[in-house]
């Protein structure tokens, strides 16, 4: 049997690859004008495990979980069989007015999943979305919705977030960012937010500890809370890590003081799990860890194990019932294409199946720990100015002669160079500014990781040279 035209494209050199790409493709979060010089473009032909493979054969390690989704490696076959199984019976149908196996069990088992809080009412329907961005909007569409539709407090419009924070790149989750490189541009187009200091640890003061500039970021938060009283719907947030904003770091603390705080002021509580949730930080989701619960969670990335678009959001019981009545127009009336898909259902339950049966949670512990051990050394190195963990997150700041109060000149690219750097000798970081970062699949193992501690400190050398 010949080979067709794709196969061909596989067999190609990697070069031939890139010419093809670039002639039709327009890439994501990308300076277009950089390629195919100055910012490398790796073709990937599969995958295997923690690794990219080339047309060329060529091996990569994913050390960013190629942004952030694969849980247990590339070509998981628990989770390819599921979805081959699932396609063969119902690829898709309407989910307005029809229901299908998956997403009723997907939700029965992520609701059993959730994080709760003693004396809180559970969280008690799942509504599904495609990706990370749209889960965010439906969050702060039901929020808002949910005070139009009672209709007594009118004022409650506007949405608290948090300085450094992002949430996604439609206008609503842009609306609630705060990363300039991302808003600045749509400026016009956006809402306008209020947002609170962050309780990044990164920004405590010399001699202050986590906890404390935790709380002080929370007293912060409590004035603005005060100030705009009966004005804010809700209130979101990444637990623990806001992610794209650098890997910057919080104390659980704060998670305490802010559901408190929701609670005396009347406000919403959406936690934004996207990228922290399923096992990332420690415990299955990141609110576990201050023994919180939030009003609307948020989870995308890793909930089909990397596999298929997919989010979901779950809500309380009191937030679904204010949608109830006789007007259709008090009705959610948001909608995808796709919504609920039933292959994409598949995929997450076969994801929850690895977790319930191979004790995920603590196996990444101890991955955990031998990346602390790993990393360890970084920290004495002239220009990094802080290495920072949260789970299997770690991020290595780099700065001028290590002072945070000395970042390097922009014009510089320090990270850029790193990537390129660690690209060359098999290894994708994919920096934030000036923070490499390990986020890697949770199948790599102990030569794979110290694979990428060397490549990283090798790279932070010759990057900063």
């Known amino acids: 049997m010949g080979k067709t035209h794709h196969d061909a494209a596989i067999l190609a050199d990697a070069d031939a690859w890139r010419s093809r790409d670039l002639a039709v493709l327009w890439h994501p979060c990308t300076q277009m004008r950089e390629h195919p010089g100055t910012l490398p473009l790796l073709p990937v032909s599969r995958g295997e495990g923690a690794w990219l493979v080339g047309p060329d054969g060529r091996r990569t390690l994913d050390a960013v979980s190629s942004w952030w989704v694969n849980l247990f490696g590339h070509g998981e076959p628990r989770i390819a069989e599921a979805i081959g199984r699932q396609a063969r019976t119902l690829e898709h149908v309407i989910l307005a007015g029809c229901s299908h196996l998956p997403a009723v069990e997907l939700a029965e088992r992520l609701l059993a999943l959730a994080p709760r809080q003693s004396g809180r009412d559970p969280l008690a329907k799942v509504f599904y979305a495609d990706n990370g961005s749209a889960g965010v909007e439906v969050a702060l569409k039901m929020a808002f919705q949910w005070f139009a539709n009672r209709g007594d407090e009118p004022r409650r419009t506007k949405f608290v977030a948090l300085e450094n924070g992002y949430h996604g790149e439609t206008i609503g989750a842009l609306s609630v960012g705060d990363i300039p490189l991302y808003r600045r541009v749509y400026a016009p187009l956006l809402m306008e937010a209020l947002f609170a200091p962050?309780?990044?640890?990164?920004?405590?003061?010399?001699?202050?500890?986590?906890?404390?500039?935790?709380?002080?970021?929370?007293?912060?938060?409590?004035?603005?809370?005060?100030?705009?009283?009966?004005?804010?719907?809700?209130?979101?947030?990444?637990?623990?890590v806001q992610c794209a904003g650098g890997m910057r770091m919080h104390?659980?603390?704060?998670?305490?003081?802010?559901?408190?705080?929701?609670?005396?002021?009347?406000?919403?509580?959406?936690?934004?799990?996207?990228?922290?949730?399923?096992?990332?930080?420690?415990?299955?989701?990141?609110?576990?860890?201050?023994?919180?619960?939030?009003?609307?969670?948020?989870?995308s990335k890793g909930l089909t194990g990397g596999f298929l678009p997919l989010s979901a959001v779950l809500a309380t019981q009191v937030i679904y019932e204010g949608f109830l009545d006789d007007s259709r127009e008090r009705a959610f009336l948001h909608s995808h294409s796709y919504t609920g898909n039933p292959i994409a259902c598949a995929a997450a339950l076969a994801t929850l199946d690895i977790f319930e049966r191979d004790d995920v949670v603590a196996r990444n512990r101890r991955t955990a720990a031998r990346m602390a051990e790993l990393a360890a050394p970084l920290r004495t190195h002239r220009h990094v100015?802080?290495?920072?963990?949260?789970?299997?997150?770690?991020?290595?700041?780099?700065?001028?002669?290590?002072?945070?109060?000395?970042?390097?000149?922009?014009?510089?690219?320090?990270?850029?160079?790193?990537?390129?750097?660690?690209?060359?000798?098999?290894?994708?970081?994919?920096?934030?500014?000036?923070?490499?970062?390990?986020?890697?699949?949770?199948?790599?193992?102990?030569?794979?990781?110290?694979?990428?501690?060397?490549?990283?400190?090798?790279?932070?050398?010759?990057?900063?040279?």
């Open 198 to 240: 962050s309780p990044d640890a990164y920004l405590a003061r010399e001699g202050q500890s986590a906890a404390g500039h935790a709380e002080d970021a929370a007293d912060a938060l409590a004035r603005l809370l005060d100030e705009h009283a009966g004005e804010i719907c809700a209130l979101v947030l990444e637990p623990l």
């Open 251 to 299: 104390d659980p603390v704060y998670l305490k003081r802010v559901r408190e705080l929701c609670d005396v002021h009347g406000v919403f509580l959406i936690a934004d799990e996207i990228a922290v949730g399923f096992g990332r930080t420690g415990t299955l989701f990141a609110c576990e860890q201050a023994g919180i619960q939030p009003d609307l969670l948020c989870l």
């Open 385 to 465: 100015a802080d290495v920072r963990q949260t789970g299997m997150i770690l991020a290595i700041e780099l700065a001028q002669d290590g002072r945070r109060d000395t970042p390097f000149e922009a014009t510089r690219r320090i990270g850029l160079h790193a990537y390129r750097h660690a690209v060359d000798r098999g290894v994708l970081l994919r920096p934030l500014g000036d923070v490499l970062y390990w986020m890697p699949p949770y199948c790599i193992d102990d030569a794979e990781l110290e694979l990428i501690a060397d490549v990283t400190r090798t790279a932070i050398e010759a990057a900063t040279a």
